[in-house]
Nanobody
Framework: QVQLVESGGGLVQAEGSLRLSCVAS????????MYWYRQAPGKAREFVAV???????NYADSVKGRFTISRDNAKNTVYLQMNSLKPEDTAVYYC??????WGKGTLVTVSS
């Protein structure tokens, strides 16, 4: 069973950038769909971005043009580059494999 560990969260000012990493304990090569989700305080968890094994990507409208998801199968790692951050991006960010396996999340706080 693959386990996922996120890192890279922290406190950043609005318009700043962060890069989140999600390292898998096993190989993610066979896993086609890798996701990032987020959950803001008092809100439901929501989809942020997805990447296929071939590198195709899709994003939530709220982050399109600002966030970039990528994967390095050799390093068993998925990334989320977040630019032009807004206070409304404040949330716990979760990595997900194949909509089955979840990490424990990393907190991103964006100050205005």
């Amino acid at each position: 069973q693959v386990q996922l560990v996120e890192s890279g969260g922290g406190l950043v000012q609005a318009e700043g950038s962060l890069r989140l990493s999600c390292v898998a304990s096993g190989s993610i090569f066979p896993i086609n769909l890798m996701y990032w989700y987020r959950q803001a305080p008092g809100k439901a968890r929501e989809f942020v971005a997805v990447i296929t094994g071939s590198g195709s990507t899709n994003y939530a409208d709220s982050v399109k043009g600002r966030f970039t998801i990528s994967r390095d199968n050799a390093k068993n790692t998925v990334y989320l580059q977040m630019n032009s951050l807004k206070p409304e991006d404040t949330a716990v960010y979760y990595c997900n494999a194949a909509n089955r396996i979840w990490g424990k999340g990393t907190l991103v706080t964006v100050s205005s």
